[in-house]
């Protein structure tokens, strides 16, 4: 099992930036693929970045590229996204989700957290 704790969220206009972190205990972080997905209001979840495990190759759905970062680091069990520009569309509880290291290239996660919310005002 893995936990995993958000934190990070709230309310920002249009154009400014937040970062979301994710704090996994339970397994060796370092051997996880780490990914975040958002769910908006009337929307089915979907995928935002992931990161491997060890080098840490990442990630993006084209409509975040260019605008979010996701980084992590081992030592502190902790995955982040950078997000910039935000947009109102970007609105969404996000999600952070864990698994082995093949989730990297299915998308379908095994562990989750409880959501952070992203609010961006026009």
């Known amino acids: 099992q893995v936990q995993l704790v958000e934190s990070g969220g709230g309310l920002v206009q249009a154009g400014g930036s937040l970062r979301l972190s994710c704090t996994a205990s339970?397994?060796?972080?370092?051997?996880?693929?780490m990914g975040w997905f958002r769910q908006a209001p009337g929307k089915e979840r979907e995928f935002v970045a992931a990161?491997?495990?060890?080098?840490?190759?990442?990630d993006y759905a084209d409509s975040v590229k260019g605008r979010f970062t996701i980084s992590r680091d081992n030592a502190k069990s902790t995955v982040y996204l950078q997000m910039n520009s935000l947009k109102p569309e970007d609105t969404a509880v996000y999600y952070c989700?864990?698994?082995?290291?093949?989730?990297?290239?299915?998308?379908?996660?095994?562990?989750w957290g409880q959501g952070t919310q992203v609010t961006v005002s026009s």
């Open positions: 339970g397994r060796t972080f370092s051997t996880l693929a």
């Open positions: 990161i491997r495990w060890g080098a840490g190759s990442t």
């Open positions: 989700a864990s698994g082995d290291p093949t989730r990297y290239y299915s998308r379908k996660y095994d562990f």
